[in-house]
């Protein structure tokens, strides 16, 4: 029987012929480099900036169907993953760069998977060849001729992207300029540390008497799952997968006087990300560092199917709160992030001129 899936795997078969590049990756004389990845929020190990050539950067992503715990209610959610997280890794390279990304389908999964990489020239970002069975793997290089930070995301077609989409199916890659990030007037800007959160909106079904619906795999949740979608009203926005996945015992660690680089990824929904207590000293809205930074943002603006980055130095201590600043995705959905920074408090900045006290009796002299 000719079914979609089947009709899937041929498409992008026949572009996969049709596209096949005129040399193989034996042909580029290029050093190359394996990249081992890590989960979201933390970034493997790189280089700001870069004297070395262009190399062959290799990655590797598998895909992963599972069960997930996304609040403290219990409530569970049928995830398809890159590797395991929501959102997937990570990538970083500099300009001039090929990505080499093996993408695995492990034979358990019930699902076929692709990638689209917004960072990439044709092919769909890569998603029309490299669409692949449960059971299946694929290889796919691309050159890296764009800096800053963009999405990557599951694309197979039809109702089934935004579906896998919503349903965890997303990353960021960073292509850094191979002299490193500047303020935009030649200054160069470093960071201590980086952090990657990827906002995750979630549509899970409820049953008639109002609770979270659970199901045994992504296919049996579907038909249910996207009725709930076409009403775009979502029942969690979060970061890096559940609600708390970045507070309490989670959260994100810094030292005054450190620059933190914050990547942050929206595949489905616009975002309107806000440090509690600090500022987007340098802010990459759009995410493209060839454009100059704009300074001293209160708020910024991720929009859907997009990435962006914010570097801020911390300059007191205590427990900040990094929110969309529409609130109510942050406080009752569930968007919210901590930084725990250490050090000492400069009281020039802020002080208590006097603690709250009852207020005194008017003067009647």
Known sequence: MFTRRAALISAAATALMLATPAFAASDLKLPR????????????????????GPKIMEFKMTIEEKKVVIDDKGTTFQAMTFNGSMPGPLMVVHEGDYVELTLVNPATNSMPHNIDFHSATGALGGAELTLINPGEQVVLRWKATRTGVFVYHCAPGGPMIPWHVVSGMNGAVMVLPRDGLNDGKGHALKYDKVYYIGEQDMYVPRDEKGNFKSYDSPGEAFTDTEEVMKKLIPSHVVFNGKVGALTGKNALTAK??????????????????HLIGGHGDYVWETGKFSNPPETGLETWFIRGGSAGAAMYKFLQPGIYAYVT?????????????????????????????????EIPAPNTN
């Open 33 to 52: 480099q394996k990249v081992d990845l890590v989960a979201p929020p933390f970034v493997h190990a790189h280089e700001q900036a870069t004297t070395q």
């Open 256 to 273: 005054v006087g450190e620059n933190v680089l914050i990547v942050h990824s929206q595949a489905n929904r616009d975002s309107r990300p």
């Open 325 to 357: 600043h529409n609130l109510i995705e942050a406080a009752d959905l569930g968007a919210t992030a901590h930084f725990k920074v250490e050090g000492k408090w400069n009281d020039d900045l802020m002080t208590q001129v006097k603690a709250p006290a």
